[in-house]
């Protein structure tokens, strides 16, 4: 089984940043794909940003496209969303997720198999 541990979430001034954190653990695969997902009642479950852990290769969101950035540390198996220019719209639960396999389109829940528990980032106006 992998675990995916989420860490960094909290409450911000629009305007302002925060970086999650996502650290996986358990079993490993030879190429997988990382990415960040974000959940407000009442909405689906919104990609955000993947990356592709051998190249790092990234995609995103095109509305946090030059505010968020997706990175990654092999070292410590642990992928990041630096996110800047906080806005109220941004505020929502964040997860990361894991699918084996390298993606350049992962953009669907469905294309991940492992999940996090979840962080809670609220942007205040």
């Known amino acids: 089984q992998v675990q995916l541990v989420e860490s960094g979430g909290g409450l911000v001034q629009a305007g302002g940043s925060l970086r999650l954190s996502c650290a996986a653990s358990?079993?490993?695969?030879?190429?997988?794909?990382m990415g960040w997902f974000r959940h407000t009642p009442g909405k689906e479950r919104e990609f955000v940003a993947a990356i592709t852990w051998s190249g790092g290769s990234t995609y995103s969101l095109d509305s946090v496209k030059g505010r968020f950035t997706i990175s990654r540390d092999i070292a410590k198996n642990t992928v990041y969303l630096q996110m800047n220019s906080l806005k109220p719209e941004d505020t929502a639960v964040y997860y990361c997720a894991l699918r084996p396999g390298t993606s350049y389109s992962a953009r669907s829940p469905k294309d991940y198999d492992y999940w996090g528990q979840g962080t809670q980032v609220t942007v205040s106006s």
């Open positions: 358990g079993r490993t695969f030879s190429t997988y794909t």
